[in-house]
Nanobody, 116 residues
Framework: QARLVESGGGLVQSGESLTLSCVGY????????SGWYRQVPGKERELVAA????????SYAPSVEGRFTISKDHARNTIYLQMNSLRPEDTAVYFC?????????WGPGTQVTVST
């Protein structure tokens, strides 16, 4: 069964960096469009970064453009989200997803907390 597992979340101070990882099991991420969403309690899930199947094209939410970078390592079957210059408003649970072949696969999420 296809599944995704995120890691790398944690507590950091404003201005610091974190890198989130998302490993795919039972699926080849290179065959799927993929990306990252985040969600704060009481709010809708927000698309943060997205990447096409082979990673030829990426897109970002305006709030993270220039600070976050999405990438994919095909050999490790892993997608990453490099987050720099973190702000308190980046605090959220971050979820990775893979979309393709009529299916959406989600990870369970990883908490990122940015303190002032």
């Amino acid at each position: 069964q296809a599944r995704l597992v995120e890691s790398g979340g944690g507590l950091v101070q404003s201005g610091e960096s974190l890198t989130l990882s998302c490993v795919g099991y039972g699926l080849t991420l290179g065959n799927y469009a993929s990306g990252w969403y985040r969600q704060v309690p009481g709010k809708e899930r927000e698309l943060v970064a997205a990447m096409t199947q082979i990673g030829a094209s990426t897109s970002y939410a305006p709030s993270v453009e220039g600070r976050f970078t999405i990438s994919k390592d095909h050999a490790r079957n892993t997608i990453y989200l490099q987050m720099n210059s973190l702000r308190p408003e980046d605090t959220a649970v971050y979820f990775c997803y893979a979309r393709g072949f009529g299916a959406n696969v989600w990870g369970p999420g990883t908490q990122v907390t940015v303190s002032t």
